[in-house]
């Protein structure tokens, strides 16, 4: 495996080879979720490029930025041993220099959800990958479903800024007992991670409500909130995959959307029905 922290080096490196590239953007601290996308990428590329960057323009003010977890030689290992091509491990100065050109979220979709609570996450999520994607020039770029605005906004940039890239969605990875996989886990204690359960089987409730032909989303909700509670919730929402507001689900179209505060730790998940 190859390690590169300059980004022209690595831009000039891919030009010269005529491959087939997959690329899987990451923050690091990588676990079965992140392998799960960089086994997806190995089935349809002949390189795989991973990069790991803890993009500073996304968190706000006040977030975990500078306790984000960091697992340097761990994540090394661990691309290295499940074939990773190249490591990109570029530096907040190599991505960013002063008076940036930036990327604006949009009005509507960048603003709802997890964007009310973080308002401008969304265009700091767009410029890098907007970044990291002219540097890697990747055939395939993947994301997790877990992040669901984060992907609809991320197609959509595809989609309105007519780029070549094919974005391919990758579903969740969970826990044996549910709980999504998350960097962010690592922040729960005994009590808050047992507390947490309650997002994924809030989601479960609602597949269960589906599956017996309830479709009411105002019902469904309620019996979401019920679950979750004593959870803060940020948002319990069941959208179509346009992320427009529905009232009764629509199979084949619809997104299950939660995210939840445990003891401090922001925690999303989400179903797609
Ligand atoms: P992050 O390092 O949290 O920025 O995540 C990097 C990529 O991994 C994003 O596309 C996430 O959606 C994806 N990802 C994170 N957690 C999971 C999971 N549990 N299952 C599948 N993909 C995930």
Redesign the pocket.
């Known amino acids: 495996m190859k390690i590169i922290t300059d980004p022209l080096e690595l831009k000039n490196y891919l030009k010269d080879k005529n491959q087939s590239v997959g690329f ?6 990588l ?4 392998i ?2 960089i086994n997806a990428a190995k089935a349809e590329n002949e390189i795989v490029v991973v990069s790991i960057f803890v993009n500073p323009t996304q968190f706000l003010k006040g977030e975990d930025l500078d306790k984000y977890p960091s697992r340097e030689d761990a994540d090394k290992k661990i691309c290295s041993l499940v074939g990773v091509d190249i490591l990109f491990f570029p530096d907040a100065d190599d991505i960013y220099g002063s008076d940036e050109v930036t990327l604006q979220a949009p009005n509507v979709r960048g603003y709802v959800l997890e964007g009310r609570s973080r308002p401008g996450h969304f265009s700091g999520v767009l410029t890098v990958v907007m970044k990291l994607l002219n540097i890697v020039s990747p055939s395939r770029a ?6 669901a605005q ?2 609809n906004l991320i197609m959509l940039m595809v989609k309105q800024l007519f780029m070549s890239v094919e974005i391919v969605p ?5 826990e044996a007992d549910g709980l ?4 962010r886990n690592i922040y729960l204690s005994e009590f808050d991670r047992k507390e947490a359960l309650k997002i994924s089987a809030s989601l479960r409730l609602c597949s269960v409500m589906v599956s017996k032909n309830i479709l009411d989303t105002k019902e469904i909700l309620e019996s979401m909130r019920e679950t979750l509670y004593p959870l803060e919730i940020a948002y319990v929402e069941i959208l179509n995959r346009d992320f427009k507001k529905i009232e009764q689900v629509e199979i084949g179209n619809s997104i299950v959307l939660v995210e939840a505060i445990s003891g401090e730790t922001r925690l999303l998940d989400n179903i797609w029905l």
């Open positions: 899987i953007p990451t923050m690091g601290a676990h079965e979720g992140h799960s996308l993947y994301f997790g479903k877990k992040d984060q992907l990758v579903d969740t990875v969970r999504a996989l998350s960097s």
